[in-house]
């Protein structure tokens, strides 16, 4: 099975950028991130198709953040970080050689495999 190695994250001031990266141990896929910050559900930030050509941003964080890929590496760039980002983070993919390679996928349900998480804390 894909397994999913996330890097980055930390701890970085108001306004501040922060880059977290996602590899996948074989093959390429659809990836996206999520978060989940204390007490709420985990929420889709961004997913990016398996061709790399196609990536969606969630409204409330367009402007803010960007996906990028690099054949099985995924990088979410995240600029102007506001107290409320802080969260977990967590990568995660599409197990599906068949997906088509324009597609994104939002739904946590459409995700299969899920990394371990990294932390990420915006403070002031």
């Known amino acids: 099975q894909v397994q999913l190695v996330e890097s980055g994250g930390g701890l970085v001031q108001t306004g501040g950028s922060l880059g977290v990266s996602c590899t996948s141990s074989?093959?390429?896929?659809?990836m996206g991130w999520f978060r989940q910050a204390p007490g709420k559900e985990r929420e889709f930030v961004a997913g990016?198709?398996?061709?790399?050509?196609f990536a969606v941003i969630a409204d409330s964080l367009r402007g803010r953040f960007t996906i990028s890929r690099d054949n099985n590496m995924v990088t979410l760039q995240m600029n102007s970080l506001k107290s409320e980002d802080t969260a977990i983070y967590y990568c995660?993919?599409?197990?599906?050689?068949?997906?088509?390679?324009?597609?994104?996928?939002?739904?946590?349900?459409?995700?299969?495999?899920w990394g371990q998480g990294t932390q990420v804390t915006v403070s002031s």
């Open positions: 074989s093959g390429v896929y659809p």
């Open positions: 995660a993919t599409v197990d599906n050689p068949t997906a088509p390679s324009w597609k994104v996928f939002s739904l946590n349900s459409n995700y299969d495999v």
């Open positions: 990016v198709s398996k061709s790399g050509g």
